[in-house]
Structures are given as structure tokens and as C-alpha cells.
């Protein structure tokens, strides 16, 4: 269960009135800054710091904002956690659990935006279409894609490709995750660059108006390709593998991203990210991020693979505890269970 | 049966909101095993730095007298930076304890759970705190 969906379930939302996502606007006779070659100025460092859940827990409805209650809940729940990370003292009594400890993460701010999906209006990523569910039940002869709790360790593809270092996507990129929030842009005449520290991703986009590579070549991040609408950047970006995805489903060659980049107040950057993949949602989504400017963000180096022991720990672990005649299930709830015992419900 | 699950799962996040464990980048449970606790109190001998979580390595002495060295598994250098903690906050020699769990496959490898130094302080606390909702850089 992610921490986001763990937020989400904790909320108890109360009645409240409804209110429609409101586009993102420019500060009141705000002028967005142009670079020295007169484009507009996006760079800067953008942590994704806001936290706000994926998708929005069902009872809170078409309700796209939270109410100055339920985000007060959120932030007391923030200041519990923080206060807990920033104890002096490791209590003795307290069993350990096989978990790291809170402060290892970056739980971000609690923010009254109900959602980061904000259209649909229900604010849940639409349902997978039959060809994206087959899809995904495919992967792995038939056992669906790799995960962060695999139901086996035979092989490093049981892990999900975060797990293993290689990418979280170009979706999940952008977005707020455990830790390691930064995201930079830096712009030269005719390119923007973005680059996001989790997991060390960088995209160079060209602004020329050059096509798109050709459909034979697929990557992790796809091909972007930018220009502008006004002081809004527009990045279109297609030849997405179909390696990753978000929300289950997995991008087929179908898919067409397009995200749209607005510094609408000196420290204030609108994000919006349309995914259309007709082949695999049912509908287009939209997820709307809210980026704050904080220029003492350093951005360091997540070399992810240089000491990721836990591929070959867990493969040579798995190996041993078979030799104990123990099946190996990695699972927050049932750790470990005899080979030929079913998994306890 | 699963929607129970769900509301003793969400009662135990609001009671343990304070102490709640946090995920890694990848699971704990694949690497380590949760039948083999340990407590390991030793002198350290290193630390290295890396991706995606720092390792600290200490010499913990035997009941027999021999020694063995431990590496330990922390956070991630980024985070650990920005909550403060540099190179020169954990200096060779020093004591700390570990509680944790071994990794499966025998190594003398193991998850810092807890990790402290012997007067039961946390290493990797203090310093700015960027996740304090009332202050911090953000």
C-alpha cells in the first residue's frame, strides 16, 4: 500500500460543498519572467513537495478540494509524523519492525488539493480497457508485471523497475514519491531541460519543431518534443515502451502525453499531464501537480543501481530459504510462508 | 474479511501515525529476513556513501571474543544530508547499536532499523528537518 493511498484511506472527509478544479491562474497582474533570448522563464528548482494522494478516495466524490477541516486533519497527521521523525532519542521499549524508520523519508506538505488525477471529476484514473488489463495480466507469463512486493523471487523481474533502479516512469517521475522530490528545469535558446533526482531521470526537449523520432523506437521516458502556447511550455511526447505506465495500466504505442508547464507567480509553477492511450484507459485523464519554487533545493545524484544490494540479496536470500523449504513471498503482511502452505487470507 | 482488513489497517496508521514505518525505494522484506532479529552494538569502521541507501559498517564483538564486521543498511545519502547529517557526523570508532533484522541469505548483512549511538540518540536526526510542517527551508 503506498504512503499516498495509506494518506487517502486515513483521511475521513466531511460533507462539504462541491468545488469544480479550478484552471490554474496567473497571481493577479503577474507578468511570467522571459529569458535573456525571450522565451518564458520556467528554471528553476521544483521539488514536488506538495503531498497530495494520486487519486481521490471515493466519498470525497466530484469534490476536487478538500474543506479547511479535512486539510487541518491532513497537517495535524504531517506535524504527528515530523514529530515523531525528529525525536532525539530511539525509544528501547518500541519493537523494530522489519521496516525502515519514518525519518528515512520525505513526507513533503499536506496540500487541499483532494487529488493529483483532477479530471475525470471524480478524480480516479479511468478503468483499464480490456486490451490494457490483458496487457498487464500478460507480463510475466501470466503472473502481470513485476512488483515492489513480489509473490515470488525467482528472477530480478519480479521487481518492479523502481525496485531495480531503472526508471518510475515518466508519469510517476514528475509526481511526489518517498523521497528525493527535486525537479529542475534549466532552459537554452531552442530547449528546455528537466531533469527529476528520482530516480536520475533527464529530458532534453527540443523546441524546433522538429517531428517526433520515428514509431520503431521505443524508450523508458519516450520522445519529447516542446513549444509554446503563450507563457505556457507544451511538451507532446509519444514512443513510450510499453515497460511502464501508471495506475496498473501500461502505455502501448497508442499513447500520446502531453504536459503543459505555466510559472503562474514568481515561486508558483502549474503542472498539467494528459495521458491519451485509447488502448489502454477507457478515457484520457488529466493529473494537475502544483509546484513551489524553492531555490536552496540541491538536486543530488541518484546513481540508484551503484550499491542496489537488494537485487542480489533477495535472489541469494530467496535461494538459501528455499534450501530451508521455505517459499519465499515478499509481503507486507505474510513475510514468508512454507512451500505448498497457501497465503493466509 | 478484506474490508476489515482495510479499517484494522487504517486504525493501526491513525494509532502509529507518530511512529508509522516508512516504505524504502524497494521492499525490506525481499532482502531481509524477518525470523533472524538482531541487535548488534560494535565500533564503526566505515560508512559508505552510495546509492540507493548508505551502508554503515562496524565491528561487533563475539561472545567468544572473535569479531565480526556488520554492514548496515540506512537511508538514502540525499535525505540523510538534508536532515542534516554530513560525513562528519558518525567519525570511525564510534559506538552505535543496531536493531534490525539479517539479511536471508546469511551475510553478515542487516537493516538498520533503529540505529543509535550507545546513549540511545539517534544518528540521523537534527539539523534541519525539511518535513517540519511549521518551519524547516520549506
Known sequence: ?345 | MKKTLWAVSICAGLLLAASAPAWAHHAFQAEFDQRKPVKLEGKVTDMEWINPHAWIHIDVKNPDGTVTNWMVECGSPNIMLRRGFTKRSLEVGSDIVVQGYQAKNGTMRANGSSVTFSDGKKLFVGGSNPDDPNGGKQ
Not at chain 1, 72 to 91: C, H, I, L, P, V
Not at chain 1, 177 to 182: D, I
Not at chain 1, 204 to 223: Q, W
Open chain 1, 1 to 345: 500500500m503506498s504512503r499516498f493511498l495509506a494518506l487517502a484511506l486515513i483521511a475521513i472527509p466531511l460533507a462539504a460543498q462541491t468545488a469544480k478544479p479550478a484552471a490554474a491562474k496567473s497571481a493577479k497582474g503577474y507578468t511570467a519572467p522571459k529569458t535573456a533570448w525571450g522565451d518564458p522563464d520556467l528554471q528553476g528548482q521544483w521539488p514536488a513537495t506538495a503531498n497530495i494522494p494520486m487519486q481521490r478516495p471515493a466519498n470525497l466524490g466530484e469534490r476536487s478540494t478538500l474543506t479547511p477541516e479535512e486539510l487541518k486533519q491532513r497537517q495535524s497527521q504531517a506535524a504527528q509524523a515530523a514529530e515523531g521523525d525528529g525525536e532525539e532519542f530511539a525509544s528501547s521499549e518500541t519493537a523494530v519492525s522489519i521496516n525502515p524508520p519514518g525519518y528515512w523519508v520525505e513526507r513533503g506538505k499536506p496540500h487541499a488539493q483532494a487529488s493529483l488525477v483532477v479530471d475525470p471529476p471524480n478524480g480516479r484514473i479511468p478503468p483499464l480497457t480490456p486490451e490494457g488489463q490483458a496487457y498487464a495480466k500478460s507480463l510475466r507469463n501470466g503472473l502481470g508485471p513485476g512488483s515492489h512486493f513480489p509473490e515470488k523471487v525467482d528472477t530480478y523481474e519480479d521487481f518492479d523497475f523502481y525496485s531495480r533502479c531503472i526508471t518510475r516512469g515518466l508519469v510517476s517521475s514528475m509526481l511526489p514519491t518517498l523521497y528525493n522530490f527535486g525537479n529542475e528545469i534549466v532552459q537554452a535558446p531552442g530547449v528546455v531541460v528537466i531533469r527529476n533526482e528520482m530516480i536520475h531521470e533527464t529530458r532534453v526537449i527540443p523546441l524546433d519543431g522538429r517531428p517526433h523520432v520515428g514509431k520503431a523506437l521505443k524508450t523508458y521516458i519516450g520522445d519529447s518534443r516542446g513549444h509554446w502556447e503563450g507563457d505556457t511550455l507544451v511538451v507532446e511526447t509519444t514512443n513510450l515502451n510499453n515497460k511502464t505506465g501508471t495506475g496498473g495500466g501500461f502505455f502501448s504505442d497508442a499513447a500520446v502525453l502531453t504536459e503543459k508547464f505555466r510559472r503562474i507567480a514568481k515561486d508558483e509553477l502549474s503542472y498539467d499531464l494528459t495521458v491519451n492511450d485509447p488502448k489502454t484507459w477507457t478515457k484520457p485523464f488529466t493529473i494537475h501537480m502544483p509546484y513551489k519554487e524553492d531555490p536552496n533545493y540541491k538536486i543530488y545524484e541518484y546513481a540508484c543501481h551503484e550499491g542496489n544490494y537488494m537485487m542480489i540479496d533477495s535472489l541469494t536470500g530467496a535461494r538459501a530459504l528455499e534450501k530451508e523449504g521455505v517459499q519465499v513471498k515478499v509481503d507486507n503482511n505474510n513475510f514468508v510462508r512454507k512451500a505448498g502452505e497457501a497465503p493466509k487470507k
